[in-house]
């Protein structure tokens, strides 16, 4: 039903502005959804507003450079953006935990840095005149709606891959990997290559997301990917859900492209609120949203072979616990 | 390359390094302490400086006594956050919280507390710069070599403040109480140490060193509500360099990210900071924990 929603908004919807949030809401979900992958393989990354920016600038420079189309600008960005990735991953996936998200953080920082410094990347002032992507048969690439459309295919395409690999035995085994990365590894499972797998295919997805941004908004400058990004990123996971690695970040990210737009908050005291925000999620609602609803929804069922344990276990496997 | 110019970057260097050094032993204490990696420590940097800009511009405290009064301040405020927020965060951890769990909640938790303070500060002070006049502007002439005095003292300074740290983490019962936290609260617990109390005095002290951090760099730099964000990301490299979680790691990762940075901005530009952090990358492959570091997971 809700995907029926999604399909027929256009129909409903007529004002442009209202067109361009959902779009910006769904490049949101888009990166939260990477950081919720790499989130289910026990890395937290700081740094997808870094290979949102590779992908931007890769599509960006090989359609203005090389004059390639949008349709063979964004597989390659993608492309281009999952060598980064592997180049980047394969040094910094070796040491997983605080070291890990501090390169990540700085990784993002040094990208911006790089692309504002020098002039091969347009400087702090960017690149505009990117090409809008060429008609595809009768459909022209003119108006919000078929971008909404194009954004929605990715959307939808991203969701079932990364469903796909987290129902499969991959997803399994980074669910385990986060869960225990010693007991994973004495199950035989290659730590790094699934930790690096999970890396280069989700920041593949940022790049990707990246390049649809780039022929959108048809300009890239490096602040478009600095700042706050990153942070807002992950606001998006933790406010839907973080059990909830495609859902959550969906809920999330609608949430805080809305949310602030129709209450019409200053500009100025927007980042206080986002905080205060953050910090009472954090502090009673751990779980995001769909944490919280789970938890009332699983209150209300009669179980009846529920062992609800009022001691906190010293050791022992964390899935006896409740939650 | 003359030498006046090579004491000149060299001392430059240094002050940032001192600097970076008082930042990262604060992030270290409450990493090892605590087990919170703190955004929000740029911002307490940030504070530092301006409780100091106020004392010493506005109401003419004396600049040593307005130094230790902004230490104060930051005990107090991060106190006042450990109490409010992390606590509240920690205490709901077992011990089989996964740590990745335990991690994200402190460092997003750091996050908002980031956000608040940053824009607050902003809407309360202003974007305009706050300039304060130098407090020692003597300059030393050696030969053609001529440094300011104030930049000699800052190094001083906070040579001094690491030493008395040092005698404070190794020499006293107190330092040993946070030492033992540091290696298991739940030990310390034991061994009738008050862990809670233990947390709170690490996460104060801390944020006192970032707060005299940009207390100290006040008179030298601009005071501006970003200055906090900036230094964050080279606090972080420094960090890495020296190995997370390790005292003798910051103050060598801080001397080598700040004479790097010294010698990297005047010879490169602002690519600096790229090169910087390609190095520190490529430590890192023959290093993962850093220069004096073990790998912590």
């Known amino acids: ?323 | 390359m003359t030498t006046a110019l090579f004491v000149q970057l060299v001392v430059n260097g240094l002050v940032k390094g001192c600097t970076f050094i008082l930042i990262v032993l604060g992030m270290d204490i409450i990493l090892r302490g605590t087990k919170i990696l703190n955004f929000a420590h740029g911002q307490f940097y940030m504070l530092g400086a301006y409780t100091l800009f106020m004392l010493c511009r506005l109401w003419h405290v004396n600049f040593l006594l307005s130094l230790a009064l902004s230490g104060v301040a930051l005990i107090l405020v991060g106190a006042l956050s450990y109490l409010s927020v992390f606590g509240i965060v920690q205490r709901r951890f077992t011990a089989t919280t996964p740590f990745t769990y335990r991690f994200l909640m402190s460092a997003m938790a750091s996050v908002g507390l980031m956000l608040i303070l940053q824009q607050g500060t902003l809407i309360a002070f202003g974007t305009t710069e706050r300039g304060m006049p130098s407090i020692f502007p003597q300059i030393i002439a050696l030969g053609d070599v001529r440094l300011s005095l104030e930049k000699l003292l800052i190094i001083l300074l906070s040579m001094f403040i690491c030493f008395g740290l040092y005698l404070l983490m190794y020499k006293t019962k107190l330092g040993l109480a946070m030492r033992t936290v540091s290696f298991d609260p739940e030990i310390a617990s034991l061994q009738g140490v008050n862990s809670f109390g233990m947390f709170i005095i690490c996460f104060a002290l801390g944020s006192a060193l970032a707060g005299v951090a940009g207390g100290i760099i006040a008179p030298v730099f601009a005071v501006t509500p970003t200055m906090g964000t900036h230094i964050i990301f080279t606090a972080f490299l420094v960090l890495l360099v020296g190995g997370i979680g390790s005292y003798k790691g910051a103050v060598l990762g801080g001397v080598l990210v700040g004479l790097a940075l010294s010698f990297g901005f005047q010879f490169l530009g602002g690519i600096a900071e790229l090169f910087v952090f390609v190095f520190v990358i490529i430590i890192l492959i023959f290093k993962p924990g850093g220069i004096l570091g073990e790998v912590l997971d």
């Open chain 1, 1 to 323: 039903m809700v995907l029926a929603a999604m399909v027929l908004l256009p129909l409903a919807v007529k004002n442009a502005y209202v067109m361009h949030l959902f779009i910006m809401a769904y490049i949101g979900i888009l990166l939260g959804m990477t950081f919720s992958m790499l989130f289910s393989a026990g890395l937290i990354t700081l740094g997808a507003g870094a290979f949102y920016a590779i992908g931007a600038y890769g599509s960006t420079l090989l359609s203005t450079r090389l004059g390639l189309s949008f349709w063979a600008a964004l597989p390659m960005s993608t492309l281009i953006t999952g060598i980064v990735a592997l180049a980047i991953g394969s040094i910094i996936v070796r040491h997983p935990g605080m070291a890990f998200t501090i390169i990540t953080l700085l990784f993002a920082h040094v990208v911006i840095q790089a692309t504002g410094q020098m002039e091969f990347f347009g400087g702090w002032g960017g690149i505009i005149g990117v090409e809008t992507p060429d008609p595809l048969g009768p459909i022209q690439f003119a108006t919000k709606t078929s971008f909404y459309y194009l954004i929605l295919f990715l959307l939808l395409l991203t969701a079932l891959v990364f469903h796909a690999l987290y129902t499969s035995r991959i997803g399994r085994v980074w669910r385990s990997i986060k869960l225990s990365p010693p007991l994973a590894e004495s199950l035989g499972i290659n730590l790094y290559r699934y930790r690096l797998m999970a890396f280069v295919v989700a920041s593949s997805a940022a790049g990707m997301v990246g390049s649809f941004y780039a022929h959108y908004f048809q300009m890239v400058t490096p602040e478009a990917f600095g700042g706050w990004l990153s942070i807002y990123i992950q606001l998006y996971a933790v406010l839907g859900g973080l059990e909830f690695y495609i859902l959550g970040p969906a809920i999330g990210a609608v949430i805080m492209t809305f949310v602030p737009e129709y209450l019409r908050i200053a500009k100025e005291v927007e980042p206080i609120i986002t905080g205060v925000f953050l910090l009472l999620i954090i502090l009673f609602f751990s779980g995001g949203i769909l944490g919280t609803l789970r938890r009332f929804w699983r209150a209300k069922r009669p179980v009846v072979f529920r062992v609800k344990s009022r001691h906190k276990l010293i050791a022992g496997p964390n899935v006896l616990r409740d939650e």
